[in-house]
Nanobody
Framework: HVQLVESGGGSVQAGGSLRLSCAAS????????VGWFRQAPGKEREGTAE???????RYHDSVKGRFTISQDNAKKSVFLQMNNLKPEDTATYYC??????????????????WGQGTQVTVS
């Protein structure tokens, strides 16, 4: 039974930083695609960052150079370091787990399990 629990969201001023964490269980960590998605009110869910089993990372163009996805296999956790935050980064952020192959396009339909989300507000 896959479980994903996000934490680390909050309110921050523009230019600030936050680090999101996702505690994961129920699967072999490091063998599947792990991603962070976000959804702002009235908008579709958007793929933000992805970590594939071969260690490749992918980012949405809007966060390149500002966000970094990483994972700690020993702690079974995935992280999203977000720097230089902008008001347009305001959204609910979700951690997700998919299969063994990622297309590289950070597509929600490639992911099977989702956390409950954590809110990030940038003012």
């Amino acid at each position: 039974h896959v479980q994903l629990v996000e934490s680390g969201g909050g309110s921050v001023q523009a230019g600030g930083s936050l680090r999101l964490s996702c505690a994961a269980s129920g699967f072999t960590f490091g063998s599947v695609c792990v991603g962070w998605f976000r959804q702002a009110p009235g908008k579709e869910r958007e793929g933000t960052a992805e970590f594939s089993p071969n260690g490749r990372t992918r980012y949405h163009d809007s966060v390149k150079g500002r966000f970094t996805i990483s994972q700690d296999n020993a702690k079974k956790s995935v992280f999203l370091q977000m720097n230089n935050l902008k008001p347009e980064d305001t959204a609910t952020y979700y951690c997700a787990v998919g299969g063994r192959i990622c297309s590289g396009w950070i597509l929600a339909e490639e992911y099977d399990y989702w956390g409950q989300g954590t809110q990030v507000t940038v003012s």
